[in-house]
């Protein structure tokens, strides 16, 4: 059958490059599923037995190879809460003058240049920073405070951005219209630009704290201790937390039962799926909403 | 004379867009502008409200006198400027709050107590009554403006200029987003507030120049050419590169 609408080779030979790449591409993709469903599944088969509301709800016993984690349960969540306290605000102020007030000029390249490099510099950088300027220079010692101030420098960067982000996808001609009808930055920012990317906002500020929450050396110079019998009263005290109690009953303490660290991680691991988990739903929700 | 320009000059940098306009529009009258794209006609639109000036790199020179005052002069607060020489756009920018939020957002800006709501309901229907969009949505302006249709949208960015009493109504292509049917409803809605307001409305459709205004002004390259009674201009131009433009020989 000679019609104009024959397959020839060329297009035989097309076809089957198309499927060798979509495969081929495919596979990759799923192979990044792996590592993530590895630790997972080890952490849920080594950790088996360990909890109970007892693992939640008591302090570790017996140099810390028997009993709970609540005391670094609590101190996670102070950490966290201090860190936001002082970032979202930080963050969200720079944001909105990068976005909505700067000029596009040397200054606010350089700004821009800075927030970028603060967002590669590594973790250990950042501790030794917060000990010398928050421990030490400020005097506020080893303290919430202190661990919590090093994890708001670090993920300042991540709150700008997010915030930068959000607040630029809001179309120019809202704006437009704000300041046409004589509407000063202000009145258009607060009544128009930040109720359209609360959204986008929040979801950077629950990406901010699943990072926190599992940042470790930030804060073992700062703030956070091997172990306390009892909780923090104040952001002046020091605390346990999360992170570093993994890390030493893993690396420091001997004799740990095998299942306590898988516990431990999971539980981390938990706490920061259920975060990124939250935010998605949050976005969505709030993206329904939407109109435009 | 509701807008007076004087030697009116305007550069985008080292770019000429406006050469010493001098343009006297008549109170409460519709005035289209007319001519080709690039011409100035935006540019002048833009400057009365001297929104313009946004941007840097604008500089102007001669004066803008909107009811004898002199906007372009030391002291005149913007933000009255912008109040009472109100603008719609191309693209209805309706602001994505509900309608009635809408309609009383720029009573809101300019005001330092809020209105009640019987006062605010008062302005909503008489507003939306006066844009003849009233009964289109009476029965939900709760709903996000946005929602609305592009005809609907633009009658609304008429609608909430209205409470903040402007003199003066530019609107820069009002209909060029709109399909047929949309556009001859907003054209009557223009016709139906002159008099009350004084309407300069940008325009690259001929019809709609010759069917919606009281006067028209021909710009061609930064100048004015011609400004004289609508019907006039398209029966017996004056100038030849009006005539060309308004037949369609090129533009």
């Keep these: 059958m000679t019609s104009s609408f024959t397959t020839t080779e060329l ?20 192979t990044l599923i792996i590592p993530v469903a590895v630790i997972l599944i080890t952490l849920v088969v080594k950790s088996d037995g360990i909890f109970s509301w007892a693992f939640f709800s008591e302090y570790p016993t017996n140099g810390m190879t028997e009993g709970g984690i609540f005391p670094a349960l609590v101190g996670t969540l102070w950490l966290v809460a201090v860190a936001l306290l002082a970032s979202v605000p930080l963050g969200v102020a720079a944001a909105i003058y990068l976005s909505e007030y700067a000029e596009d000029n040397w200054l606010t390249r350089i700004i821009n ?47 700008i951005v997010a915030t930068r982000e959000s607040l630029q996808a809001v179309p120019q001609s809202f704006r437009e219209a704000c300041w046409n009808m004589g ?12 109720p359209n990317s609360i959204s986008g906002i929040l979801t950077g500020v629950i990406l901010e704290v699943s990072r926190t929450v599992g940042e470790t050396a930030p804060i073992m110079f700062t703030g956070a201790a091997f172990f306390l019998p009892f909780l923090p009263t104040s952001v002046y005290d020091q605390t346990m937390a999360m992170s570093l109690h993994l890390y030493v009953i893993s690396t420091q303490v001997p004799n740990v039962p095998d299942g306590l660290p898988y ?5 981390l691991i938990g706490i920061v799926m259920i975060l990124n988990s939250a935010s998605m739903a949050f976005r969505t929700y709030l993206r329904g909403k939407k109109k435009w | 004379m509701a807008v007076e320009t004087k030697g009116l000059s305007l550069w ?23 001519g080709p794209s690039g ?21 102007t020179e001669g004066s803008v006198k909107v009811f004898g005052e002199d906007v372009m002069a030391e ?79 633009q009658k609304l960015c008429i609608a909430r200029l209205l409470p903040m009493k402007p003199r003066v109504l530019l609107m820069d ?35 709609q120049a010759r069917r919606a205004s009281d006067e028209c002004i021909f710009m061609l390259l930064g100048k004015v050419i011609e400004h004289t009674e609508t019907g006039e201009m398209f029966l017996t131009p004056q100038n030849q590169a009006t005539a060309d433009y308004i037949e369609g020989r090129y533009g």
């Design chain 2, 12 to 34: 985008y940098g080292s770019f000429q867009a406006l050469f010493d306009v001098d343009i006297s529009i008549r109170e409460g009258k519709v005035t289209s502008m007319i």
């Design chain 2, 75 to 153: 002291g005149v607060e913007l933000v009255q400027v912008r109040k009472q020489v109100g603008m719609v756009f191309q693209r209805p920018n309706a602001l994505p709050i509900s309608i009635r939020d809408n309609v009383l957002f720029g009573l809101g800006l300019h005001s330092k107590k809020k209105p009640s709501k019987s006062e605010g309901d008062d302005i909503v229907e008489k507003s939306l009554k006066r844009v003849l969009l009233w009964d289109n949505v009476k029965d939900k302006l709760g709903t996000v403006a946005t929602s609305l249709s592009l005809e609907e949208q």
């Design chain 1, 11 to 30: 297009n035989r030979k097309n076809q089957r490059t198309e499927t060798l790449f979509k495969i081929l591409f495919g596979m990759v993709t799923v």
């Design chain 1, 183 to 194: 509407a000063t930055r202000w009145q258009t920012i607060w009544r128009i630009v930040l």
């Design chain 1, 113 to 159: 240049l800075a927030i970028i490099n603060l967002a590669g510099v590594p973790s250990i950088v950042h501790a030794l920073f917060g000990v010398g300027a928050f421990v030490l220079f400020f005097e506020f010692g080893t303290s919430i405070l202190a661990a919590s101030l090093t994890l708001a420098v670090m993920t300042l960067p991540v709150v």
């Design chain 1, 263 to 267: 516990g431990v991680a999971l539980t």
């Design chain 2, 173 to 207: 292509e009002p209909c060029s987003a709109l399909d047929p049917k949309a556009t001859a409803a907003v054209e009557d809605l223009i016709w139906e507030l002159r008099g009350e307001y004084t309407i300069l409305i940008v325009t690259h459709n001929m019809a």
């Design chain 2, 39 to 59: 011409c100035g006609k935006s540019t002048f639109l833009r400057t009365v409200n001297r929104i313009n000036e946004r941007h840097s790199y604008v500089r």
